[in-house]
């Protein structure tokens, strides 16, 4: 099994998405030079209290945006396959770990479902007042365009990470706008009446 450096980092990083990064503790900073050198990835691993999610996904360096004289630099990365942590290794000033990389099961989500959840997450983003680019419902790897421009619930999004069908991506994203977007709407229904201080006009 390869052993590649990680990237412990608050956030879930889906295949395909693009991710900037400010390199600046020492550690990354060698980490992303052997990268650079070597032209190899590097994993993304969403960090949790005392350890690391199971599920990651790999990492390209896209681009050197700009180096610093002390050695920071801005880079662009990619996603590009999803893993599974095996086991961790701490020799090395920063963290590696021993991954196996997973493969997605055969599937495709039903056009009708793809248009449900592009207009959901459309609807949802529009009551959040995000006017972020929206994919269209018949690109590639839908799901996961989609759940990269979700604001917030990371525990959702690892769960999706971990998911290896983009039929059923598709089908926990309908579930998850269907039970989220009434809560948006009631949070900003009641917003709306303390604005007014309870008075009906």
Known sequence: MPLIPLFPLDLVLFPGIPLPLHIFEPRYKEMIGECLEQKSAFGMVRAQENAVAEVGCSVEIVDVLKRYPDGRMDILTEG????EVLALD?????????VMFLEDEPSSSSPQARKRAHEM??????????????????????SYRLAAAIP???DFKQTLLG???ESERIRLLIEYYEATIPKIRQN???RRKAGRNGQVR
């Open 121 to 142: 997450h459309e609807q949802m983003m529009s009551l959040l007042g995000s006017d972020s680019d929206m994919p269209g419902s018949d690109s590639a790897a839908l």
């Open 80 to 83: 590009r396959r999803r893993f």
């Open 163 to 165: 998911v290896p069908s």
């Open 188 to 190: 900003l229904e009641a």
């Open 90 to 98: 701490q020799e090395r000033a920063f963290l590696r770990g021993e």
């Open 152 to 154: 917030t619930d990371l």
